[in-house]
């Protein structure tokens, strides 16, 4: 794409931020623009005032509107050569929604936690602009590509950040103004994908990465030539795999004899079940009475997660397919499908490297009506193709630099309220550099926006993965440490998490108490709200005495409390030799005292130190968790 600085219009345009459906910060000075012919006269007619200038040498205008007190919906007339009416302008809180895949993801995911709220969505004060995905390595770009405004209503819905709408609703029901979303997140990604090349100077290993990626053209090439590889093996694979050999029966047709294939449970991984970590094409094949009255009417099948991607077949039809290990596994059953009796469920897995199969704790069943058959339990499988695993690929949302300058860079013009932020999965593996990262990264956002240091309210990871207290260091602690450190950098704010996620998925869909808890903050650091309980207890200082360990908190809110036993549990210390035991602890008053005999001299203590800290059940009496932490003694 041409940038825009090379950009010559000769009739008037504006930036697709400034469109039909938009949402105005309130109470702020407003900067409207575009560009016109060189010299060209620019007339923005707005809520009974005209405001009027000149565009430049390079084509570009601009008016500042005074700040307006919310309200809409309004019309705003811009004329040059031609005359432009943007419809349905609301004025509110302009919020933007940030980060990975589970600031990312969508109501559509969420729809059957929450379907509530996909019937009743017809809330014409909450909009959307979606920010297309845009890398680019080499020019700060003022515009994008595509997008536009949008409301939730009927389907629309279905598109909209479930972290930003839950969290819209709240501010909307709370303050009674207009919320506009801009949603710029991206699956995958770093910190150092967010940030601009000057931030970038202080990490010279990002630098350093990216050095190719500035010469014109290589990407694509890269691009290009991993998909011919990429599609290679998949190929081959599915060539050699003999469940689909041209001329044979296919293993999914229901008159295929499958009598000789051996057992394996679902769910469960074959590297598990004595196959081994083998990776290529796999058969699996269950057979199901269903009722008649499960028959004639609209049926779904589930089937958790799959890694990594599958196709679904229900008596030899085709009902679905994923390509990739994350999503839940949800088909629809076309009506007349299933019949009364005997029906075969066939499923083709494609691992492509690590172990594969069907993830534990998640639901498989067949459902119609108000009546379910449980697929857990045996299912024949036989092996179609093995493979090694497929070539590694770039994965470029994870390049530095990636997206500062086609999704970030264009947004600075558009005045906002402050930024929601849920990320840090994918800085796991460069867990020391985040604090870093993420600070620098609020201070460069901060600095194009020019608007002092707005509201910057984040997610701290949630718990995830199997329940260990590990005596190294566990990454998502780390990570989580330096969340917490980052409210050291003024007005933000922290959504503790570690009682929301799941074990087994990456993106838990609880995501209306994380927006709940952001919402919290954004009270105290966009609203001014200083009497609210915004978190949950956070450590401040630890004294040792007799043997114990007593630990005080701020953010106690109406005093400290416990879930689900009598006394606090996840907690930890340590002696001299650093070999950390779980600690008892109790609650007295606004502190907790903690002790083990195992430890006699306690050095340091922790508290949900792990990936996954079950059972770590520390809040305040207003039922929010207390942030992971550990201290030296």
């Known amino acids: ?44 007619q707005f809520i009974e005032h005209t405001y009027r200038c000149k565009a430049g040498a390079d084509g570009k205008w601009n008016v500042v509107l005074p700040a307006l007190g919310a309200g809409g919906p309004y019309e705003m007339d811009i004329t040059a050569d031609v005359k432009i009416t943007i419809r349905n302008i609301l004025i509110g809180d302009v919020w933007v929604c940030a980060g990975q895949s589970n600031m990312q993801l969508t109501m559509d995911r969420v729809k059957d936690k929450y379907p509530e709220e996909i019937t009743a969505c017809a809330e014409p004060n909450i909009r959307l602009f979606i920010v297309p995905e845009r890398y680019d390595f080499i020019v700060r770009n003022e515009d994008f590509e595509t997008g536009g405004w949008i409301s939730p209503e009927k389907e629309m819905i279905l598109q909209f950040t479930a972290v930003g ?5 709240e501010v909307l029901r709370k303050y009674h103004v207009p919320v506009g979303l801009i949603a710029a997140a991206i699956g995958g990604t770093p910190a150092e994908s967010w940030l601009s090349e000057e931030a970038l100077s202080a990490f010279p290993y990002a630098l350093e990465r990216i050095k190719p990626f500035r010469q014109d053209g290589y990407l694509a090439a890269l691009i290009q030539k991993e998909q011919r590889i990429a599609s290679d093996w998949f190929e081959a694979l599915n060539q050699a795999d003999k ?80 390509s990739y290990q994350y999503p839940p596994r949800k088909y629809d059953v076309p009506v007349g499908l299933l019949r009364a009796g005997k029906n075969i469920i066939t499923v083709r897995i494609v691992s492509n490297s690590g172990k594969g199969g069907f993830v534990e704790d998640k639901p498989y069943h067949l459902t119609a009506g108000a009546q379910s058959i449980d697929l857990k339990g045996l299912w024949q499988y036989k092996i179609g193709a093995v493979s090694e695993p497929s070539p590694e690929q770039l994965y470029p949302p994870s390049l530095p630099l990636a997206f500062y300058n086609g999704m970030i860079a264009p947004l600075f013009t558009h005045r ?3 930024v929601i932020w849920y990320q840090g999965e994918s800085n796991l593996n460069n867990c020391p550099m985040y604090e870093a990262l993420f600070k620098t990264l609020i201070a460069v956002w901060r600095k194009g926006w020019h608007q002092g240091d707005f509201p910057f309210l984040f997610v701290q990871l949630p718990n995830f993965a199997e329940t260990l207290y590990p005596e190294f260091d566990s990454a998502w602690s780390l990570v989580r440490e330096a969340q917490l450190r980052t409210l050291e950098v003024p007005n933000t704010g922290m959504a503790v998490a570690i009682d929301l996620g799941e074990w087994n998925d990456l993106h838990p869909l609880d995501k209306k108490n994380v927006a709940h808890r952001l919402f919290l903050a954004a009270r105290q650091a966009a609203y001014g ?25 701020d953010s106690v809110g109406s005093g400290l409390a416990v879930k689900g036993s009598l006394e606090p549990d996840g907690f930890q210390l340590s002696g001299p030799d650093g070999k950390f ?38 809040y305040n009496a207003e039922s929010l968790p207390a942030s992971p932490f550990r201290a030296r003694l």
């Open 1 to 44: 794409m041409m940038s825009f600085e090379e950009r010559t219009p000769n009739t008037l345009k504006l930036p697709r931020l400034i469109s039909d459906g938009m949402v105005l910060q309130r109470d702020a000075p407003l900067k409207i623009w575009g560009w016109a012919g060189a010299g060209e006269a620019v007339t923005v």
């Open 165 to 169: 709408y839950f969290f819209a609703q």
């Open 243 to 322: 469940g689909n050999q041209n001329g044979a029966m296919p293993w999914y047709d229901e008159r295929f004899d499958a009598s000789g294939w051996e057992t394996i449970p679902v769910p469960s991984f074959w590297a598990d079940e004595g196959l081994g970590p083998v990776n290529g094409a796999f058969w699996f094949r269950k057979e199901v009475d269903v009722p008649a009255t499960m028959t004639g009417i609209p049926a779904r099948l589930e089937l958790g997660r799959i890694v990594d991607s599958d196709s679904v077949y229900i008596n030899g039809t085709f009902v679905g397919s994923v």
């Open 416 to 418: 906002i309220k402050g």
């Open 529 to 553: 709200d200083n009497d609210v309980v915004y978190s949950g207890p956070r450590f401040q200082s630890a004294t040792v005495f007799s043997g114990k360990v007593a630990l005080t908190f």
């Open 581 to 618: 035991y779980a600690a008892h602890a109790k609650i007295d008053g606004d502190t907790v005292i903690v002790w083990s005999d195992a430890v006699p001299v306690p050095s340091e203590v922790r508290y949900a130190w792990a990936d996954n800290p079950e059972g770590a059940n520390l």
